[in-house]
């Protein structure tokens, strides 16, 4: 049985001094038919491990459920890794950050009145419950019996958040009693108030950044004056947020910048060596102020060693050079990417409205004040508030108090303008007549905050409704997670837009070995595309995402179904499956 410790001068390996040259594969994030293509092309570059994150909100969805197949079946990622020769450090959480929803926090939190990471009771009492079964599932895959599990993290990044030493203590002993035997870290910025707030005296400090190693690693030596220098995340690429640019590093920096870490004899993982993506609604977002939400897109391709598809890039080349300086690289061929295809056109041919479809898709209920979504039970997706205002009213200005994130205003079923969290003040006006109208607000949930000080992030409308200064009560909502289609009822024809959401629905042949594709949807302006009955990714005319990576595992043999729910305008109902993605 194999042997790792943390020492004062080096990782130790079997007795042997070790260096960990790891990189990131989020398991979540790639569909496991893909998991051993990524894996040997990470082993191929010179890495000797995989590095992930653990999402507690993917694995449990409900409070009372623990997922672990399919795409979430973490025991089966660490064995096939430990198969190809690779070891491993999991990252569990419970918070990841990871531009993921909520940073992997699960909606049903926020149900209840809690404060979050921190040693709060009731909070607490839902770690456990999470921890009770992570790590029974990862105690046989470390490598103390028998497993390629070198290190395990205490929480993430913790000191850019908060200063509970009680709290990182708890989760630290959690693990402990829980059969977690290998040497444990810690991993945070090399800033003073970080590495203060984040770290625990007994646990190896580690740091994270994307250049100036010499300047970091004497940050971290002023905290940890011995032991072995790692950085847990060498950012060799950036993440995007819809409306903004396209986020790239010249691959040359980046190599010159990792070779800089590892000439002062650091460990290091690479974040990312394959980003991956956020399939469904599961991006998440930033908000370092109350009006700078930032939704991250679904594409983490992140600008990193294999692109969002699995491709070998021209960094990835630059880094596998750097490495054989100081470690050896596998001989062969360099691996081949996976097929891809051009499906052509698909014309969508039939449609059904969103508001003659509300029973199909959600439950109805009905409070006095709005209700958030996690009130209701719904995770993400939709929601849709719709009261009966009495008239006659002058005009006035329609308050959504507060929405998280983007609604759409309809009265008497017309639509009236488009409400957004980052607006100083709301665009929507309303003359309601003697007979009164039915108000409409359907909000989009884009993603809960993962990083920042508004990490409680409830989603749908938080404190009620009013027209001028008047609170309006008695509501009906329907949650719509979107989650599953096939209730739907299409029919055939596209009428043009006429300002009410709308899916739109067309088929397309895959052959009988289906392949990798994009989606592109050219005239259309935002909503969210959907593959077989469930969500594939969101679609926004402000970039700078302009396909969604579609994997042939997501495909049947010959016909598959693409729906597109539009919620801004569209021009001709059709998409383009390309065999080249456009990240912007």
């Known amino acids: ?280 609604f599961m991006n998440g977002a930033n908000c370092p102020a109350a009006r700078d939400y930032q939704p991250t897109v679904n594409s983490y391709d992140d600008d990193a060693l294999l692109n969002e598809c699995g491709d070998i890039t021209p960094k990835y080349r630059l880094f596998r050079e750097v490495i054989a300086k100081y470690a050896p690289v596998p001989d062969g061929a360099e691996p081949a990417s996976l097929p891809k295809a051009s499906y052509g056109t698909v014309k969508l041919t039939q449609s059904a409205k969103l508001f003659d479809s509300l029973d199909a898709l959600g439950e109805k209920h009905h409070t006095a004040a709005p209700a958030t979504m996690e009130k209701l039970g719904q995770g993400c997706g939709f929601i849709l508030y719709r009261a009966r205002v009495k008239g006659p009213r002058e005009e006035n200005k329609l308050i959504l108090q507060d929405v998280r994130d983007r609604a759409h205003v309809f009265a008497n079923g017309e639509f009236k303008g488009i409400i957004y969290r980052n607006d100083e003040e709301s665009a929507v006006r309303l003359r309601v007549p003697a007979e009164g109208l039915t108000l409409d607000v359907l909000v989009e949930n884009m993603g809960r905050v993962n990083y920042g000080p508004y990490l409680r992030d409830p989603k749908g409308v938080t404190e009620g409704i009013r027209l001028g200064q008047q609170f309006l009560y008695g509501w009906d909502e329907w949650t719509l997670p979107m989650d599953d289609l096939s209730a739907l009822k299409f029919e055939d024809g596209t009428a043009p837009f006429d300002g009410t959401p709308v899916f739109l629905r067309g088929t397309f042949d895959a052959g009988e070995e289906p392949k990798d594709t994009f989606v592109k949807l050219p005239g259309f302006k935002k909503g969210v595309i959907f593959v077989n009955g469930k969500p594939l990714s969101r679609h926004w005319e402000i970039g700078p995402q302009r396909s969604a990576y579609l994997p042939a595992p997501f495909l049947k043999k010959g016909e598959n179904e693409l729906v597109v729910l539009e919620l801004d305008g569209f021009e001709t109902p059709e998409a383009v499956l390309s065999d080249e993605m456009d990240l912007g």
Not at 65 to 78: C, E, I, K, N, R
Not at 167 to 177: D, F, K, P
Request: charged share 20%; proline share 5%.
């Open 1 to 280: 049985m194999h042997s790792f410790s943390i020492e004062k001068d080096a990782f130790y390996l079997d007795g042997a001094p070790f260096r960990v040259l790891a990189g990131t594969i989020h398991y979540f994030r790639v569909p496991r038919e893909y998991w051993r293509d990524r894996l040997l092309k990470l082993k191929h570059c010179g890495f000797n491990a995989v590095e992930t994150y653990v999402a507690w909100n993917a694995h449990m969805p409900a409070e009372d459920a623990f997922v672990t197949d399919g795409m979430l079946d973490l025991s089966a990622y660490l064995s096939l890794a430990q198969e190809l020769g690779l070891w491993a450090i999991v990252r569990p959480g419970p918070y990841i950050c990871a531009e993921w929803e909520a940073g992997a926090l699960p909606w049903w939190l926020l149900r209840e009145d809690m404060p979050l990471r921190c040693a709060d009771p009731k909070y607490l009492a839902k770690v456990d419950i999470y921890y009770d079964r992570l790590m029974a599932l990862l105690k046989p895959h470390q490598i103390t019996e028998g497993g390629n599990i070198l290190m395990m993290q205490v929480e993430n990044e913790y000191g850019s958040y908060g200063d509970d030493g009680e709290y990182l203590a708890y989760i630290r002993n959690g693990m402990r009693a829980r059969g977690i035997t290998v040497p444990l870290f810690t991993s945070d910025g090399s800033a003073d108030f970080m590495l203060t707030g984040g770290t625990l005296p007994d646990v190896h400090k580690t740091c994270n950044f994307g250049s100036r190693a010499g300047e970091q690693m004497a940050c971290l030596r002023r905290f940890q004056p011995d032991g072995p220098l790692m950085c847990s995340e060498y950012w060799n690429g950036w993440f995007d947020h819809w409306g903004e640019k396209h986020h790239t590093r010249a691959p040359a920096e980046s190599a010159e910048e990792f070779d800089k870490l590892l000439a002062l004899g650091a460990s290091a993982t690479a974040y990312t060596f394959h980003g991956g993506t956020n399939f469904g």
